[in-house]
């Protein structure tokens, strides 16, 4: 009985060669899963730039290198955690990027998340915590996004850019973060893009998300996640969507959002300024739990008797600055003014009704998990 069936397989095996398929067989590898499909979608910055020597760390040209060149330079190597596509949405510094261009890049990431099972925006580093909290509020499939750059160009010895790049399109490959919203990945740490700020203008480990800590790390073929989001409460319901549906928000008139900064008697003229230019809403970086001087104060005072919605956030990089229910002035909790800016940019976009932006900074902006209930 054993010789017949060594004999059959053997036939078998033969009768396949000979036709030249690939049946099954004892014995026979079998067939491989398909990968998972990644879209890389590139928008230039550091990562994407040219030095003028292999050692001007910090003198080069961004955004000068096509993100098809970058994939293209990690292979063989990417081709065994992905099936990797390519799209160049632009290739520029990512202050150049305007909050139209915002919009169109939402709409792109979305579009790629319908045939692939991840999106990589390649960004510079500058604006990154923006452009990550942006895609994180108006993004609306549950599949990961990753954001990655790096603080030196492709071209030097030493860069950081095709390991970061390489291990945002691992992480997206494994939909380890599904439902995590939009995350950065650098330096080999996983951050939540609500969180996450860059501290250093140089260092390589520039990003961190202070008192939350990172999310995890991709340590080479290790993802490891040891928190996440607030927002993974709701994946699989409607809730887990935002209500910044970028479909449903006017094209044009978008509101006009500006931010202020306050200091050791700080005068009220760029707060009159804003207000005076048709600011729709403007945040205020204060001192210690969003303390404004006295002269921003009477004009905070002025401009919202003139509709002007304001957040107060501080400017110290960590801790709250908590709602009191002031009329016109919503406590940001601990975003940065820069987050808050984008916040209340989409709230007024979609609404103008105070305490239903009140409510979105409360919950959305300041995510928190939940008990289960008993």
């Known amino acids: 009985m054993r010789k017949l069936t060594r004999r059959s397989t053997v036939l078998l095996t033969l009768i396949s060669l000979a036709l030249g398929t690939t049946a099954s067989v004892a014995g026979a590898e079998p067939d491989k899963k398909p990968l998972p499909k990644v879209a890389v979608i590139g928008t230039g910055g550091t990562i994407s730039g040219v030095s003028k020597s292999r050692v001007s760390f910090q003198d080069y040209e961004s955004g000068k290198l096509p993100v098809s060149k970058l994939v293209d330079d990690l292979k063989p190597e990417v081709d065994t955690v992905a099936d990797v596509s390519t799209e160049q949405f632009g290739n520029k510094g990512s202050s150049g990027y305007s909050i139209a261009d915002y919009r169109r890049l939402t709409a792109a990431v979305d579009k790629a998340l319908k045939t692939n099972d991840g999106v990589v925006v390649t960004t510079g580093t500058d604006t990154m915590e923006e452009f990550a909290y942006w895609l994180d509020l108006t993004v609306r499939s549950d599949k990961p996004v990753v954001l990655t750059g790096s603080m030196r160009p492709w071209t030097v010895i030493g860069t950081d850019a095709p390991a970061n790049l390489y291990n945002a399109i691992h992480l997206a490959a494994s939909s380890k973060t599904t439902c995590y919203g939009t995350v950065l990945m650098l330096n080999d740490q996983i951050q939540a893009a609500r969180e996450v700020r860059k501290t250093d203008a140089l260092r390589m480990d520039t990003f961190t998300s202070g008192a939350s800590g990172e999310l995890g790390v991709v340590d080479q073929d290790n993802i490891r996640l040891n928190r996440a989001p607030a927002r993974v409460q709701q994946c699989g319901r409607k809730s887990w969507q935002t ?72 400017r110290t990089g960590s801790g709250a600055v908590y709602d009191t229910n002031t009329d016109g002035v919503i406590g940001a909790a601990d975003l940065t003014p820069q987050k808050a800016r984008l916040l209340l940019l989409l709230s007024l976009a979609a609404t103008h009704d105070q305490n239903r932006i009140r409510g979105w900074f409360a919950t959305l902006g300041t995510a928190e998990f939940t008990s289960p209930k008993s």
């Open 243 to 314: 209500p910044f549906d970028l479909d449903k928000i006017a094209e044009k008139g978008l509101p006009k959002v500006e931010i202020a900064y306050s200091y050791q008697d700080a005068g009220g003229e760029a707060v009159k300024a804003f207000a005076d230019a048709g600011a729709d809403g403007v945040v205020t970086a204060g001192t210690g739990a969003g303390g404004i001087s006295p002269q921003m104060s009477a004009a905070r005072k002025e401009a919202v008797k003139n509709g002007v919605l304001f957040a107060a956030t501080t």
